[in-house]
């Protein structure tokens, strides 16, 4: 068991490095990639923009709650924006992605596995990670980092809004402590999560569908798989990217 689940993360690992490596190949499938982007786009803009707003809003009250028993209400922006961008965004839009674009990417190459498509694409001489995983892929890397800028803005309006509104904050205050806490850096680590969680998800996702097993019903294991598989390779490495962080970038004012 422990030598079958090895050698699965060799193979994955493996994918991911030919990924990488036939990005740089010609040519590139271009028309591929704007369908899949444009596609991927379309099945989560809406959502990500509705989940942001709830997960902006608890924060919010949280923070300002703790805030205002230590009686530090005027850094419940800062602290809130920090919240959403370094976390709660990189994560809303992993999450989205692998669950809706990652299972449609598996589901598909599954489906073109199991009859013998890609089997027939390699006797033509055509790569199929070339020609179909690496679109894909890069689509899920642009459409996370640009889906993360859109959750952060909507995520700090929602907290914003009910900051002021439910929690009678000033919105002066609000607004100014975003530059007593948060910093530049905090932003660049938020896209770097966004690119690497939107790597990680479109690269599991292509993985099971290449290796489905036993027929139709495999691929609907295989989506199941490769969505629970993402999601805990990206928490663990939201973990590892934010300690590395924490350790490289002080906090502002330390």
Do not use: H
């Not at 569908?209 to 990206?234: E, H, Y």
């Amino acid at each position: 068991m422990i030598t079958g689940a090895l050698r699965q993360t060799g193979r994955l690992f493996a994918l991911a490095a030919e990924v990488a490596r036939a990005v740089f190949r010609r040519p590139f499938q271009f028309r591929e990639f704007v369908e899949q982007f444009w596609f991927i786009a379309g099945v989560t803009i809406l959502p990500a923009a509705l989940v942001s707003i709830p997960f902006g809003a608890v924060i919010a009250l949280q923070v300002g709650s703790l805030t205002q028993q230590l009686g530090a209400q005027s850094f419940t922006g800062g602290a809130s924006v920090l919240a959403v961008v370094q976390q709660a965004s990189p994560l809303i839009v992993a999450l989205l992605i692998a669950g809706a674009a990652g299972s449609a990417i598996c589901a598909d190459l599954g489906s073109r596995t199991i009859r013998e498509e890609l089997d027939a694409m390699e006797v033509m001489g055509v790569s199929p990670v070339q020609r179909l995983v690496v679109p894909r892929v890069l689509a899920t890397m642009g459409v996370a980092v640009l889906l993360n800028g859109l959750v952060s803005v909507v995520g700090i309006l929602g907290g914003y809004v009910f900051n002021v509104f439910l929690q009678d904050g000033t919105p002066g205050a609000y607004l100014s402590s975003f530059s007593a806490l948060a910093q530049l850096p905090d932003l660049y680590i938020s896209e770097l999560k966004a690119l690497v969680f939107g790597f990680i998800a479109g690269v599991v996702a292509a993985y099971r569908g290449l290796n489905p097993r036993g027929g139709p019903k495999g691929v609907g294991d295989a989506v199941n798989q490769s969505v629970v598989i993402t999601f805990l390779l990206l928490f663990f490495v939201n973990m590892v990217m934010t300690a590395v962080y924490l350790q490289l970038v002080p906090p502002k004012g330390g």
